[in-house]
């Protein structure tokens, strides 16, 4: 079974993605069972993703399938580049509206 799961998933999202040469798949393995990390073309992530996550989770049950065929528990991780600037950009942004939507003018007429 060792490289079957692996295989299997690049199989399958090489086949969905528009930029199949971009796609590779990092597997290891530790006390909680396989972990296959799938890195793509930033431009294919919503192919493989799917409308609310429906074809990721797809992939997720397929590769549970390979895994208790093969008597191991297998995870998949969508590697995502991005997602450093992502979660900087909402959390700059998130401290920016806090600080714009208070209103003081309750208070400007008060005499203290």
Known sequence: MAETDKQFLETIVKT?????????????VDEMGVLLTLK???????????????????????????????NSRVNLKIHDPEE?????QNESTSKK????????????????
């Open 40 to 70: 793509i073309n930033p431009e294919d992530m919503g192919y493989v993703i799917g409308r609310k996550g429906q074809t990721a989770q797809a992939i997720r049950t397929l590769l549970k399938i390979v895994g208790a065929k093969n």
């Open 16 to 28: 969905i993605v528009a930029n199949p040469n971009d796609v590779s798949v990092e597997r290891t």
């Open 97 to 112: 509206e806090e600080s714009s939507d208070i209103d003081t003018s309750a208070v400007d007429d008060l005499k203290l």
């Open 84 to 88: 450093g600037n992502r979660r900087n």
